[in-house]
């Protein structure tokens, strides 16, 4: 599994240099009915050029929001987002995202897809048929070049999507639940695509997950966020080296912990329901 | 039945069926006599006029000339009102100066707008194409407009990431995501254009056409050559749009197939 050649196209490039990503003060707010309404607070994250970083937290923690910031689709905010020391703005093709729903274009076959993400770089014409070949047989497509979207598995497709999201050499992958709508075993199998694939390329990734699992098998950090507004709550080193084994004890015991501090019930009586008429039956 | 109707062969007989049914009562109606033969021409009859209008070329004109008339007003007015529906989903200032207007005047019957264009253009061949041109027209804008304005965010976004112009936007991204509702008005306006001919042949009398024979044979009480003419009528429209479903489909190739 793990002696898939290294794409020709990423081969040379100084790693060390690229793909760090400084938070700083990060706060985001969205009129909802006219009332400003804050869904990320004070957010504060460095990653580490190379690293792998998961976030899981309950849904409405601003994880998609903070990744569209990211990514540069929504440049209002206030606090710094800095990658290599340059504040984000807008959308570049120093970053690549990858969303829950692949979005490759349906009218476009699986290669045309692909090759799309090259339309504006400085790859030179002849040499991007090539890139986009070697990207397929990186995420294991090899013979689906010119399947349209609508024939491909949802695990397929999302693998295409990742292909992608890679093919630009992105100093930064970012990863919104990508594996979130394929089945139990289409997402171990994508997982460990995944894990070969970072280990082959080492961008900078950051994941956003719902799956504590998933996030504990792939991250070297996992942020843990809480809702209500968007915050950080912890973040859990996972000392130890890739590639992984998912039996490891020490993901079991960190799951267990993670578990437990996302489902903690805030421990106020004012938040246990009385059901009426209960209490007369006894 | 299901692999009886996997068959193409198959599949046509029994499309023949019903037309075939609908033969034998019409011929039975024609010679069971008394006030219904003045109703109803016999088939042999009908066959007679059919021979007469194909030997002195009649006929082949009439085609000619209707199926033209149709599909020139199809490519001006259909690509005229995928320019403007297009251009008006893209740029919202045209939307909001002529939207108000076109909807106005979209409401006019394509048979309302004869008298006035009677008065200006005369009642010839011009007019005809003019009426065949505006009823492609209106179709064809709303429903590109409606596919453009209606692209998803989802992959509006796609086109930031990879810093589209506004050329490769509209090239690879609006285009073609709209491109099945504006096969879905060419489709209405290949029909409004086909319905505005005959009416407009029937009602000028311009020209030559399947309607100008249709009317003409009424004046003369010749019950056989415009059933001729409504039968030429009913295949050729039949034959075009199916034709043009097959390009669509094939333009379309990148779509799941229709459960």
């Known amino acids: ?282 | 039945m299901k692999q009886v109707l996997a068959r193409p062969a198959a599949r046509f007989a029994i499309g023949l069926v019903a037309p075939l049914l609908f033969l034998a009562w019409w011929q039975w109606q024609a010679s069971s006599g008394g006030a219904r033969a003045l109703t109803f021409a016999p088939l042999q009859s009908i066959g007679a006029a059919l021979v007469e209008l194909v030997a002195d070329g009649a006929l082949a004109r009439d085609m000619f000339a209707t199926v033209s008339r149709s599909l020139a007003g199809l490519a001006i007015g259909g690509s005229l009102g995928i320019a403007m529906g297009v251009s008006m989903a893209i740029w919202r200032p045209l939307d909001r100066v002529l939207g108000p207007l076109l909807h106005a005047i979209r409401q006019v019957p394509l048979i309302g707008w004869l008298p006035l264009f009677g008065l200006w253009f005369g009642t010839g061949q011009g007019t005809e194409l003019i009426v065949v041109c505006l009823s492609a027209f209106f179709p064809a804008m709303l429903n590109s407009y409606e596919g453009v304005a209606h692209v998803e965010q989802r992959y509006l976004d796609v086109g930031r990431l990879y810093g589209f112009t506004p050329f490769q936007r509209f090239r690879l991204l609006l285009l073609p995501a709209a491109m099945p509702l504006i096969l879905t008005g060419l489709t209405q306006a290949l029909a409004f254009a086909w319905i505005a001919s005959i009416a407009t042949e029937i009602l000028l009398g311009a020209g030559s056409g399947l309607g100008v024979t249709m009317q003409l044979a009424q004046t003369q009480q010749r019950l056989d050559v415009i059933l001729v003419a409504i039968i030429a009528t009913a295949l050729l429209g039949f034959v075009i749009n199916t034709l043009f479903q097959r390009l669509r489909r094939h333009l379309l190739r990148w779509q799941a197939a229709p459960l």
């Open chain 1, 1 to 282: 599994m793990f002696v898939d050649p290294r794409p020709p196209s990423v081969a040379s490039t100084d790693h060390a240099a690229r793909g760090a990503l400084t938070i700083a003060d990060l706060d985001k707010s969205f009129a909802i009915g006219g009332e400003p309404r804050r869904v990320l607070d004070n957010i504060n994250l460095s990653v580490k050029a190379g690293e792998f970083v998961s976030i899981v937290g309950a849904s409405g923690c601003g994880k998609s929001t903070l990744l569209r910031l990211i990514v540069g689709l929504d440049a209002d905010y206030s606090g710094e987002i800095r990658l290599d020391g340059n504040r984000i703005a807008s959308t570049s093709l120093d970053r690549g995202i990858v969303f829950q729903d692949h979005r490759l274009f349906p009218w476009m076959t699986l290669a045309q897809n692909i090759e799309l993400a090259l339309l504006n770089t400085d790859t030179p014409k002849e040499r991007r048929a090539q890139i986009v070949a070697d990207h397929i047989a990186l995420v294991n497509l090899k013979g689906f070049e010119q399947a349209y979207p609508h024939q491909l598995s949802g695990g397929m497709a999302q693998r295409a999507a990742i292909a992608r999201a890679l093919v630009t050499e992105p100093k930064l992958l970012l990863l919104d639940e990508p594996l979130g709508a394929l089945d139990a075993l289409t997402r171990v199998h994508v997982q460990n695509e995944l894990q070969r694939i970072w280990m082959t390329q080492r961008s900078t990734v950051l994941m956003v997950t719902h799956d504590v699992e998933e996030a504990l098998y792939l991250g070297d950090r996992v942020v843990i966020m809480a809702p209500d507004p968007g915050r950080i709550r912890r973040i859990v080193d996972v000392d130890l080296p890739h590639p992984r084994d998912r039996g490891a004890p020490l993901l079991h015991r960190l799951k267990d912990e993670i578990l437990a501090e996302l489902t903690a019930a805030p421990a106020d009586p004012a938040n246990l329901v009385r059901l009426p008429g209960r209490e007369d039956r006894r």
